[in-house]
């Protein structure tokens, strides 16, 4: 695992847990020699990561849209900043860069874009492995909620097999190494498909 996409909120939270975790993400994550892609903002976990990540040697690369530089106060002292048309280009260009996906706790923009490269897995658009760092239990309802997913019918347990839920970095990458993607939904013998 060398480059892994992060996905965290602008904001802090209300615990001082979810800043601290996304303080020693980036630490931890740049002191593995892991290149870190994100957001590119500076405030909030975003920063958080990025400002971590930098002070311990890291690499990191942000990737934001145009209307964004100023909403979301785009970090100007990264390793690399990619400025992009918009949203839509910001995520293939982060899937395209990463090796595999962590999701912070953070808010709808955050579950959307794990959500969307976990789909991407799914549909075997590409096989990259995600994981959701589950600080104070940030994730645990979400969890439940894929499991439901599976049991109401609307998904195999296979692709919610592919989503990591973990408080542990080190088993996340431990993880990311060992990922063998299921065969894609759409590759898989003929009957009935879920989506």
Not at 94 to 104: K, V
Not at 182 to 194: C, F, M, R, V, Y
Request: net charge negative.
């Amino acid at each position: 695992m060398q480059t892994v996409g992060i996905f965290c909120g602008s904001s802090e939270g209300s615990s001082p847990a979810y800043m601290d975790a996304a303080r020693h993400t980036g630490k931890w994550l740049a002191e593995q020699g892991i290149h870190i892609v994100y957001g590119g903002g500076r405030v909030g976990l975003m920063g958080a990561v990025a400002d971590s990540a930098l002070a311990h040697g890291g690499r990191v690369t942000g990737v934001i849209p145009k209307s964004l530089l100023e909403r979301e106060i785009a970090h100007t002292g990264l390793s690399d900043l990619q400025v992009v048309d918009n949203m839509h280009q910001r995520k293939n260009v982060m899937a395209d860069l990463s090796s595999g996906f962590i999701a912070l706790p953070g808010g709808a923009g955050t579950a959307e874009e794990i959500f969307e490269q976990w789909t991407w897995a799914q549909l075997g658009i590409h096989n990259k492995p995600c994981a959701f760092l589950n600080v104070n239990h940030f994730y645990d309802p979400l969890k439940v909620m894929v499991q439901q997913m599976v049991s109401e019918g609307f998904m195999k347990q296979e692709y919610a097999d592919m989503l990591l839920f973990s408080e542990n970095l080190p088993d996340i990458l431990e993880a990311f190494n060992a990922y063998t993607p299921p065969i894609s939904k759409w590759t898989a013998p003929k009957g009935n498909q879920h989506a």
